[in-house]
């Protein structure tokens, strides 16, 4: 039985293997499931979630049961931000680049409201998810912003040798940043630190709250960043172009073995659980699933990655630690 939880705990294999059967499951419901084309689409829209996968996975490695309700009405309205700004008359690319700064004042308003004014993230984020997408509608009035440039396309749209140039260029540099910042400096080590015990973190020079702020900040940045990338692939932008992204972007982290706790888990496995829900929302659209079946899906997802998670973190307990957690970028 040890050796069964033993297996069961190195995340990359079960992931792995999950995709394998995610994938032959939806070919088979489906025979242009993995024609060019789809294939393609499952990439752009991956792109998109593994950026705000990235920065949730962050907020709750951080501990205290953090979690980032807001990730996708920050991305609506950082996108409806950059439409303003281009119809106000600013040059697109100028407006992308503080479309990104003004998402990372979002996650900023999230820190400081959960750091400093003490308010559980849950609520928090909660709040400012109604406000943001709010404020998102008021601005657009419900009516996409249009008319961008044919050459901001190139973002969402453009590719190289035949894989998308928001992949190539966007995705990969921005997981290949997080990693090493995570797993190679010492920022890295102090989020692991104040998810397994915040208490020794601040007693040991670490300034938790700062930390932390500065953790929501980064999803607020990366949440800009999809902003741009999805106004380019949409040449549109939308006020509720993040909706329902807060949910994937959950299930993701927690499916990619990010424990709800905090401190443990590691960012790779979450980019393999990106490709898993990608393609089963993209296999259920074509096979014509109704969406509702979909939420249903991804909710049962969810609640079946945390009770895994859940009992192999009881195992390793019983076993005396000898289950072992990839969370150290080993």
Known sequence: MKTIWAIADKRGFMLTLLLIITIAIMSFLNQDFLSIDNLVGITQFGAVLSLLAIGQSLVILSGRGAIDLSVGAMLSLSGVFLGVLFQAGMNIWVASLLAILFGGLLGLINGVL????????????????????????????????????????????????????????????????????????????????????????????????????????????????????????????????GTGMEMESITVAVLGGIIVSGGKGHLGSVMLSVLIVTVLNSGLQIANIDSVWELAILGILLILAIVFNNILVTKKIAYGGNVTFKDKGE
Request: charged share 10%.
């Open 114 to 241: 959960v750091n400093f004014c003490h308010i559980h993230s849950l609520i928090a984020t909660l709040g400012t998810q109604y406000l943001f997408s709010s404020i998102a509608l008021y601005l657009t009035s419900g009516t996409p912003v249009s008319g961008f440039p044919s050459s901001f396309g190139v973002i969402g749209q453009g590719m190289i040798i035949g894989i998308p140039i928001q992949v190539v260029l966007v995705a990969v540099p921005v997981y290949i940043i997080m990693w090493f910042m995570v797993y190679r400096t010492r920022a890295g080590r102090e989020i692991y630190l104040l998810g397994t015990n915040d208490i020794a973190a601040k007693f040991s020079g670490i300034q938790v709250n700062k930390i932390r702020t500065l953790i929501f900040t980064l999803s607020g940045l990366l949440s800009g960043i999809g902003a741009v990338v999805t106004c380019s692939w949409l040449m549109t932008a939308r006020a509720d172009a």
